[in-house]
Every structure is written in C-alpha cells, then in structure tokens.
C-alpha cells in the first residue's frame, strides 16, 4: 500500500517524473534527474496495488513524452498548419500513444516482479526493464530512439563507458545507481549503502580510466571542411519561386570557403530532384572545380526505373558518392496509413513526405581520398546504424533540417545524440544544418566549434582522420541488451525463488 492514498495524486507525481528525464537532457543537462526518475517511477511502481501500476505507468509515459518530445507541436502547427487547439490535440495523442510503450513496461513489471521486497536483484530487473524499453523503442514500429536517459551523461565521467557500450550502456548504469542509491535511503541498510557507494566509484572511476583509453588512432591526415548553413525558411524551400534565389545564397555562402576545403550543404539544400538540378550547380561546380574545392549536398533523388523517390546525400565534385536515407521519419517522410491520412490537414501533405527508404547496404562516400560515413537527420540517433557506417570511415557526416522544429528544444536534443555517436565511435562527426545547430565535435563528444542558430553562417574547421574500433562500433549495442535481459530474468529468478 502506497503512504500517499489518492491514485490522482500518484498519478500527478508520475507525470511530473517523466517530465524530469528531458530535465536532465539538453538544453538543461541536470543529469541526475534521470536516474532519480527511473529510480523513483520503481518506488512508484513497487508500492503501488498491482492494478494500479498500468495507470501509474500510463501517466509517466505521457509526461515523458509530453515534454520530451514537445517539439512535434512546432512541426504540426507551424510547418503543417495546422490551428493551435489542433496541433496541441495530435501532439497529446501523439505522446499518448506512444506512452503505451510504458504501460507494456509497467505491465512486464507487473507480471514479473510486483510484489516482492526491495533488493539489489530487483534494483537489476528494473534496471533490465528499463534498458529494454529504451531499445525496443529503436525498431518498434520503425523506431522513434528519443529521449534516453543515457545522453544526459555525455558531459560527465560515465561517458568513458560510451565507447565500451553506447549510449545504452550509461543508461543502465545511471538507473542502476539510481536505484542502488534509492533502495539504500529507504531500506535504511547499511549493506545496500556500501553496495551503491561501491557501485558509483567504480562506475565514475571505471568511466574516467576508460575516457582517457584511446580507442581509435589518428591517421595524421587533416581536412578542411567548410559547412554551409543558409538559414533557408522552410516556407520558401519548395517554392519553385525562390529556387534561383536558394541556389544564389548557397553559392555566395561558399565562396566563404578556402581552396581545397570540402563545402558542405545540408540536407535538401537543393529543393530539386538531383537529374534536374545538375544543370543548375554547373556554375556553382565550375568556381569550385577551379580551387580543387569538393562539393557534398543533401538533395532529394528521383529513380524514374523504379519510381521511387529518396532523401539523399549526393557528392557533386572532388569524389564520388550516393546516398539515400534508410530511416525515414513518419509523417516528415512518408505517412503511414496515407490511404486515410492525406488530404486532411496539410501536415499529412508535406512537401517530399512519399519517400522510400534507401538500402541497407551502401557504399560511404569517398571524397579527397577521405572515407566518410553520412546519415541524414534522424539516422544519427540510432547507434547501432551510426556504428555500422563508422568501422571503415575516416569521419562521420551527418546533415539535416531542423527548421523543422523551430525555436524548440529539438535542436539542442538532436545534436547531443550527435555528439553521443562521435563518443561512441572516436570519429570526428561534421553536422551541417539548413538554421542550426551546424557542428563539429571530436571524438570525445566534445564540440569543437558550432554557428549560432537561425542566421546565414559558414563554419570552417578541421577535422581529423581516424582509424581503428572502439567496442561498441565492433559491437553493436547487444552485449548491453543480453546484459538487461540477463538482469530481468535474474530478477524474476530470484523473486520465485523467495516465493517457494
């Protein structure tokens, strides 16, 4: 029985913990809100009556999501034009729908671990728990990887164990020691207080031996990149009639670049499919060609053979190299159920929202001699598929969009999953974006240097080739995962064990 009586009560503190989790994430990086909400949601949950877990569990979800994705309102009412009440009532189903992952989870947490005493084994099955829930929300339903507790941890020691394990691993430490540190100052043991003092110095100092281990070496060979961020409004990108004057600001903005520099554009730079808009770049090439310069762009690619239509990464000069996005984004790129979805609001009609995911294996791009791994927008927030590309690139490149989101928290969310794969691969990652935030960060995680938002910029910098794996990249995340399964059946052993 729970010391506070009123569901609605619980309900509210529920809520309230979801919302911590962003809390502790960019823009405000209080990251250790994110193991006391995990750790808080397993209090919740273990004094709970067993039918009340699911609504507990509901009601965090929806505070998880309503805050950690509150970016979605931007996208269906300013670019999908939708009427405020509108857009507030999809972006609440929205995180209402997706907060039934948690319920699924409470509902694990039901069958398996409730009720029984608190201990260090069921500290490990909640953590199992958790961990599973982050990863099923990679692929389930496509995947929507947001809001991992994991990210908020890149600024501290813990990120030493991101190379060893993703970002899946500084999950599953943080909530267990937020449950360790949680089970001691309720149960009042002196056992469980030595175990969660323990636990953290060889948490945070395994972390701080591991960040100083060099992974992946320097091939002693530098390029110059040159990122262009032209700021392009999205109201004007797919207006035919602001074409030349798009293409104009991208060429003025790179005559900014130095010779030999590789100039970046940023995904859908060129609001043209790629056969129509080489006679446009001529011009643009011709300058660039003439100070051995390489041109990379984002620009949507039309497969007239097969009638199918890709969001790309095409290399114009100074290489070679095609890619199509294979993780596309629901809605933004293609719209499920579109048979009863298009036509009702524009959101369900946006511009370029019937593309078709690229292969799953495609060749890097291959630009001055440089091998670079490229993911467009959302692919950079799943790790295993950053890693994949990572083993035999000498950087990584990632462009996007992220007008999208407008003046949110999107962003600042978005380039610090960035920064996570550059940690967990040791690659230097160049991040070109049409309005922001346009990076680069070194293999630490760290950025190096960025342009502000929301104004024509040009970033130049170095970046550093690498060679050699990290763990993970060798990896992946399953040792992480069949640790978080080994964790919950562990758990689940031991509660029937005490149970005969």
Known sequence: MSIIKPLWVRAIIAALLGVAVTLSLAPWNYWPLGALSAASLWILWHKAKSTEILRLAWCYGLGFFGAGISWVYVSIHEHGNASVSLAAFLTLLFCALLAILFVIMGWVYRRFLHPRPLDISHALAFTGLWVLNEWIRTWFLTGFPWVFVGYGYIDTPLAGWAPVGGVFALSFIACLLGCLWVLALTQKRLSYGIAAVGASLLAFGGGQILDNREWTQSKQSTTYVAIVQPNTPQSMKWDRRYYASILDNLGHLSERAKPGDIIIWPEAAVPRYYHNALEDLKPALARMNKQSQALIS???????????????????????????????????????????????????????????????????????????????????????????????????????????????????????????????????????????????????????????????????????????????????????????????????????????
Request: positive net charge; hydrophobic residues 40%.
């Open 298 to 500: 984002g620009i949507p690619f039309a497969n007239r053979a097969t009638q199918s239509y890709h969001n790309s990464i095409a290399v114009f000069s100074g290489g070679e190299g095609l890619y199509h996005k294979q993780r596309l984004v629901p809605f933004g790129e293609y719209v499920p159920l579109q048979s009863i979805l298009r036509g009702l609001i524009d959101f369900f009609d946006l511009p370029m929202s019937n593309f078709s995911s690229g292969d799953a294996r495609q060749a890097p791009l291959w630009v001055q001699n440089q091998i670079i791994a490229p993911s467009i927008c959302y692919e950079v927030v799943y790790p295993d598929l950053v890693a994949r590309g990572a083993r035999r690139a000498d950087w990584l490149l990632t462009i996007s969009n992220d007008t999208w989101f407008g003046d949110s928290i999107g962003p600042l969310q978005h380039m610090q999953m960035a920064q996570m794969r550059a940690l967990e691969t040791q690659r230097y990652l160049v991040r070109g974006t049409s309005n922001g935030i346009t990076a680069i960060v070194n293999p630490k995680g760290q950025i190096v240097n960025q342009t502000p938002q929301f104004e024509p910029a040009v970033l130049r910098g170095a970046v550093e080739s690498r060679q050699g794996s990290t763990p993970f990249m060798q990896t992946g995340s399953t040792p992480i995962i069949v640790l978080a399964l080994i964790a919950l059946l562990y758990g689940r052993h031991r509660q029937a064990a005490a149970k005969t």
